[in-house]
């Protein structure tokens, strides 16, 4: 048996109306996060909860919630919480983008659709992790693994969802090979 994209369990004929639905609810979801997003723009994280994300050392992250008021950090648990639920839209999304990719071509680039179909999964996951390490630190533990933890897992999250959607996009582009 030879390893599939985790969406191929759906229809062909059901799938292009299935990634536009989510694509859509990928952007209200992203457009959510940017209003949830404002009260997090300190001096000390000029990115928001991005900044947290990749703050790395305990001394970052507590200038970080330093600068934060108790709205903001209102704000980023919210934001935490409201994220589970985001990692299922982006991944299915770009797991199923990946797999109406891969289905266009045939060989070794079409394979590669179906590890970035699961590599966002994998993204999901270092994305729950990450958060549950940002809880920590929001409720005040500082101190440990935290921080490197977030950041580490931030870093997988974020570069195997650029590569999954490059992987779309350039298929995208491309001109369709079928064997």
Same mark, same amino acid.
């Given at each position: 048996m030879s390893i599939q994209n985790p969406m191929q369990f759906l229809e062909p004929e059901n799938r292009k109306?299935? %990634?536009?639905f989510l694509l859509i609810s990928v952007l $209200?979801? *992203?457009?959510? *996060?940017?209003?949830?997003? /404002?009260? $997090?723009?300190?001096? +000390?994280?000029?990115?928001?909860?991005?900044?947290?994300? *990749?703050?790395?050392?305990?001394?970052?992250? +507590?200038?970080?919630l330093a600068s934060w008021d108790s709205h903001a950090d209102l704000f980023a648990a919210f934001g935490l919480g409201f994220d589970f639920l985001f990692m299922v839209v982006y991944a299915s999304t770009i797991s199923l983008a990946c797999l109406m990719t891969s289905a266009n071509y045939s060989g070794w680039f079409s394979r590669l659709g179906i590890w970035f179909g699961w590599g966002v999964f994998l993204a999901a996951i270092m994305d729950a992790i990450e958060n549950i390490s940002l809880w920590t630190l929001l409720t005040g533990n500082i101190s440990g693994i935290w921080p490197g933890l977030a +950041?580490?897992?931030?870093?997988?999250?974020?570069?195997?969802? %650029? /590569?999954?959607? %490059?992987?779309? $996009?350039?298929?995208? /582009? %491309?001109?369709?090979?079928?064997?």
């Open positions: 109306k299935i %990634l536009i $209200l979801i *992203f457009f959510i *996060f940017r209003s949830l997003d /404002l009260p $997090l723009k300190t001096v +000390a994280a000029p990115s928001g909860i991005v900044s947290f994300e *990749f703050a790395g050392t305990p001394e970052n992250s +507590a200038m970080i +950041a580490w897992c931030a870093t997988i999250k974020f570069s195997f969802i %650029l /590569l999954g959607m %490059l992987y779309a $996009l350039v298929g995208w /582009l %491309l001109p369709r090979k079928h064997s």
